[in-house]
Protein backbone atom coordinates (compact mmCIF):
# COMPACT_ATOMS: atom_id res chain seq x y z
CA UNK A 1 0.00 0.00 0.00
CA UNK A 2 1.32 3.35 -0.68
CA UNK A 3 2.03 5.60 1.73
CA UNK A 4 3.77 9.23 1.71
CA UNK A 5 5.35 11.14 4.81
CA UNK A 6 5.99 14.82 4.62
CA UNK A 7 8.80 15.86 6.86
CA UNK A 8 10.86 19.13 7.95
CA UNK A 9 11.27 22.30 9.52
CA UNK A 10 7.73 22.74 11.33
CA UNK A 11 8.94 27.24 11.86
CA UNK A 12 10.57 29.11 9.44
CA UNK A 13 11.76 32.67 9.28
CA UNK A 14 10.33 34.90 7.10
CA UNK A 15 12.13 35.88 4.27
CA UNK A 16 13.46 32.42 4.08
CA UNK A 17 12.98 29.45 2.59
CA UNK A 18 10.64 26.78 3.45
CA UNK A 19 12.10 23.12 2.45
CA UNK A 20 10.17 19.77 2.92
CA UNK A 21 10.75 16.64 1.66
CA UNK A 22 8.12 14.01 0.92
CA UNK A 23 8.94 10.16 1.57
CA UNK A 24 7.28 7.64 -0.98
CA UNK A 25 7.20 4.24 0.56
CA UNK A 26 5.29 1.26 -1.08
CA UNK A 27 6.09 2.08 -4.34
CA UNK A 28 8.81 3.78 -6.65
CA UNK A 29 8.51 7.24 -7.51
CA UNK A 30 9.82 6.22 -11.27
CA UNK A 31 6.35 4.41 -11.96
CA UNK A 32 5.05 5.71 -15.16
CA UNK A 33 2.04 5.82 -14.33
CA UNK A 34 1.92 8.60 -11.72
CA UNK A 35 3.14 12.25 -10.80
CA UNK A 36 3.00 13.75 -7.76
CA UNK A 37 2.11 16.92 -5.79
CA UNK A 38 2.26 19.05 -3.23
CA UNK A 39 -0.94 20.78 -1.77
CA UNK A 40 -1.15 23.20 1.29
CA UNK A 41 -4.00 24.73 3.79
CA UNK A 42 -3.53 27.43 6.28
CA UNK A 43 -5.30 27.08 9.46
CA UNK A 44 -9.27 26.65 9.43
CA UNK A 45 -8.65 27.46 5.91
CA UNK A 46 -9.57 25.56 1.93
CA UNK A 47 -6.76 23.70 0.14
CA UNK A 48 -4.19 25.40 -2.28
CA UNK A 49 -2.48 23.61 -5.38
CA UNK A 50 1.16 24.25 -5.07
CA UNK A 51 2.47 21.97 -8.10
CA UNK A 52 2.81 19.19 -9.88
CA UNK A 53 6.34 16.92 -10.51
CA UNK A 54 6.71 13.59 -13.09
CA UNK A 55 10.00 11.80 -12.12
CA UNK A 56 11.64 12.69 -15.30
CA UNK A 57 11.69 16.01 -13.86
CA UNK A 58 8.77 18.19 -15.69
CA UNK A 59 7.05 20.44 -13.57
CA UNK A 60 4.02 22.43 -13.39
CA UNK A 61 3.39 25.22 -11.40
CA UNK A 62 0.74 27.09 -9.55
CA UNK A 63 0.87 31.06 -11.67
CA UNK A 64 0.12 32.49 -7.84
CA UNK A 65 2.98 30.82 -6.40
CA UNK A 66 5.60 29.58 -9.41
CA UNK A 67 8.06 32.57 -9.24
CA UNK A 68 8.50 31.30 -5.58
CA UNK A 69 8.46 27.42 -5.78
CA UNK A 70 10.71 24.79 -6.66
CA UNK A 71 9.45 20.83 -6.54
CA UNK A 72 12.09 18.11 -7.89
CA UNK A 73 12.41 14.41 -7.17
CA UNK A 74 15.18 11.95 -6.01
CA UNK A 75 14.36 8.85 -7.35
CA UNK A 76 17.95 7.24 -5.48
CA UNK A 77 15.76 7.84 -2.06
CA UNK A 78 12.29 7.92 -3.30
CA UNK A 79 11.48 11.13 -2.34
CA UNK A 80 9.64 14.74 -3.28
CA UNK A 81 11.03 17.79 -2.34
CA UNK A 82 9.69 21.32 -2.31
CA UNK A 83 11.10 24.80 -1.43
CA UNK A 84 9.41 27.60 -1.25
CA UNK A 85 11.42 30.96 -1.21
CA UNK A 86 11.14 34.18 0.57
CA UNK A 87 8.18 33.03 2.96
CA UNK A 88 5.69 35.19 4.54
CA UNK A 89 3.25 34.79 7.42
CA UNK A 90 0.52 34.19 4.79
CA UNK A 91 2.59 31.16 3.67
CA UNK A 92 1.85 29.38 7.45
CA UNK A 93 -0.15 26.17 6.22
CA UNK A 94 -0.46 22.53 6.76
CA UNK A 95 1.48 20.92 3.43
CA UNK A 96 1.21 18.25 2.07
CA UNK A 97 2.30 15.97 -0.74
CA UNK A 98 0.20 13.44 -2.63
CA UNK A 99 0.00 11.51 -5.73
CA UNK A 100 -1.21 12.52 -8.91
CA UNK A 101 -3.10 10.21 -11.27
CA UNK A 102 -3.20 11.74 -15.16
CA UNK A 103 -4.68 10.28 -17.73
CA UNK A 104 -4.18 11.28 -21.36
CA UNK A 105 -7.21 11.71 -23.87
CA UNK A 106 -4.91 12.46 -26.40
CA UNK A 107 -1.04 12.33 -27.43
CA UNK A 108 -0.81 16.43 -25.23
CA UNK A 109 -3.76 17.11 -23.41
CA UNK A 110 -4.74 15.19 -20.12
CA UNK A 111 -7.73 15.53 -18.05
CA UNK A 112 -6.95 17.69 -14.67
CA UNK A 113 -4.92 15.34 -11.97
CA UNK A 114 -7.02 14.06 -9.05
CA UNK A 115 -4.83 13.30 -6.02
CA UNK A 116 -4.81 10.00 -4.27
CA UNK A 117 -3.76 9.17 -1.99
CA UNK A 118 -2.15 12.16 0.70
CA UNK A 119 0.13 12.20 3.66
CA UNK A 120 -1.02 12.80 6.46
CA UNK A 121 0.67 16.64 6.27
CA UNK A 122 3.09 18.94 7.89
CA UNK A 123 2.34 22.36 9.76
CA UNK A 124 4.92 24.56 8.98
CA UNK A 125 4.60 28.14 10.72
CA UNK A 126 6.60 31.36 9.64
CA UNK A 127 7.49 33.65 12.37
CA UNK A 128 10.35 35.43 13.35
CA UNK B 1 -8.98 34.58 -11.38
CA UNK B 2 -10.69 31.28 -11.49
CA UNK B 3 -13.32 30.32 -8.87
CA UNK B 4 -15.42 27.17 -7.88
CA UNK B 5 -17.97 28.19 -5.94
CA UNK B 6 -19.50 25.60 -3.51
CA UNK B 7 -22.07 26.13 -0.64
CA UNK B 8 -20.22 26.62 2.93
CA UNK B 9 -22.39 24.14 4.13
CA UNK B 10 -24.95 21.32 4.52
CA UNK B 11 -27.24 19.66 6.98
CA UNK B 12 -28.95 16.52 6.59
CA UNK B 13 -30.35 13.88 8.78
CA UNK B 14 -28.74 10.44 9.01
CA UNK B 15 -30.48 8.33 6.54
CA UNK B 16 -31.15 11.28 3.85
CA UNK B 17 -29.37 12.57 1.01
CA UNK B 18 -26.63 15.45 0.88
CA UNK B 19 -26.12 17.07 -2.03
CA UNK B 20 -22.97 19.63 -2.52
CA UNK B 21 -23.00 21.67 -5.55
CA UNK B 22 -19.43 22.81 -7.33
CA UNK B 23 -19.99 25.71 -9.91
CA UNK B 24 -17.33 26.77 -12.30
CA UNK B 25 -17.01 28.28 -15.99
CA UNK B 26 -14.91 25.50 -17.43
CA UNK B 27 -16.67 22.38 -15.95
CA UNK B 28 -18.35 22.00 -18.98
CA UNK B 29 -14.98 21.27 -20.66
CA UNK B 30 -13.21 19.90 -17.38
CA UNK B 31 -13.95 16.95 -15.06
CA UNK B 32 -13.97 17.92 -11.24
CA UNK B 33 -12.97 15.68 -8.64
CA UNK B 34 -14.13 15.76 -4.77
CA UNK B 35 -12.51 15.04 -1.97
CA UNK B 36 -13.71 14.43 2.04
CA UNK B 37 -11.46 15.93 4.90
CA UNK B 38 -12.87 14.83 8.42
CA UNK B 39 -11.18 16.71 11.54
CA UNK B 40 -7.51 16.40 11.76
CA UNK B 41 -7.56 14.57 8.91
CA UNK B 42 -6.07 14.85 5.15
CA UNK B 43 -8.40 14.75 2.63
CA UNK B 44 -9.57 11.86 0.92
CA UNK B 45 -10.60 11.02 -2.67
CA UNK B 46 -14.13 9.84 -3.22
CA UNK B 47 -15.00 10.78 -6.33
CA UNK B 48 -12.71 11.55 -10.00
CA UNK B 49 -13.96 12.61 -12.97
CA UNK B 50 -16.87 14.04 -12.38
CA UNK B 51 -18.87 10.23 -10.98
CA UNK B 52 -16.03 7.48 -11.07
CA UNK B 53 -15.96 5.99 -7.23
CA UNK B 54 -12.71 5.10 -6.18
CA UNK B 55 -12.03 1.36 -4.80
CA UNK B 56 -12.60 1.01 -0.75
CA UNK B 57 -15.33 4.28 -1.10
CA UNK B 58 -19.04 3.40 -0.22
CA UNK B 59 -21.58 3.18 -2.58
CA UNK B 60 -23.47 5.75 -1.34
CA UNK B 61 -21.26 8.33 -2.66
CA UNK B 62 -21.96 9.50 -5.91
CA UNK B 63 -21.12 12.14 -8.59
CA UNK B 64 -23.15 13.81 -11.37
CA UNK B 65 -22.34 17.00 -13.65
CA UNK B 66 -24.45 18.87 -15.57
CA UNK B 67 -23.25 22.11 -17.31
CA UNK B 68 -21.25 24.57 -15.30
CA UNK B 69 -22.27 22.54 -12.04
CA UNK B 70 -20.90 19.43 -10.81
CA UNK B 71 -22.97 17.67 -7.81
CA UNK B 72 -21.37 15.64 -5.41
CA UNK B 73 -24.12 13.31 -3.62
CA UNK B 74 -24.58 11.46 -0.04
CA UNK B 75 -27.23 8.96 0.25
CA UNK B 76 -28.33 7.19 3.51
CA UNK B 77 -25.92 9.30 5.44
CA UNK B 78 -24.37 8.61 8.15
CA UNK B 79 -23.26 10.13 11.00
CA UNK B 80 -19.18 8.89 10.17
CA UNK B 81 -20.20 11.25 7.14
CA UNK B 82 -19.83 14.75 8.62
CA UNK B 83 -16.55 16.47 7.22
CA UNK B 84 -15.71 19.06 4.70
CA UNK B 85 -15.85 18.09 1.36
CA UNK B 86 -13.65 19.50 -1.40
CA UNK B 87 -13.98 20.02 -5.28
CA UNK B 88 -11.12 20.11 -7.70
CA UNK B 89 -10.75 21.12 -11.10
CA UNK B 90 -8.54 22.80 -13.65
CA UNK B 91 -8.48 26.51 -14.91
CA UNK B 92 -8.23 27.36 -18.54
CA UNK B 93 -4.06 26.87 -18.30
CA UNK B 94 -4.65 23.70 -16.84
CA UNK B 95 -3.69 24.88 -13.28
CA UNK B 96 -5.82 23.20 -10.32
CA UNK B 97 -8.21 24.57 -7.83
CA UNK B 98 -10.35 23.83 -5.22
CA UNK B 99 -13.02 25.12 -4.15
CA UNK B 100 -13.76 26.75 -0.78
CA UNK B 101 -15.23 23.48 0.58
CA UNK B 102 -18.53 22.39 2.07
CA UNK B 103 -19.23 21.77 5.66
CA UNK B 104 -21.79 18.72 5.82
CA UNK B 105 -22.83 18.11 9.40
CA UNK B 106 -25.19 15.59 10.29
CA UNK B 107 -27.81 16.87 13.26
Known amino acids: QLQLQESGPGLVKPSETLSLTCTVSGGPVTSSSYYWGWIRQPPGKGLEWIGT???????DYNPSLKSRVTISVDTSKNHVSLKLSSVAAADTAVYYC????????????????????WGQGTLVTVSS | SYELTQPPSVSVSPGQTARITCSGDALPKHYAHWYQQKSGQAPVLVIYKDSERPSGIPERFSGSSSGTTVTLTISGVQAEDEADYYC??????????FGIGTKVTVL
Open chain 2, 88 to 97: QSADSSNSYV
Open chain 1, 53 to 59: IYYSGST
Open chain 1, 98 to 117: ARAIRQYYDRSNYYPDWFDP
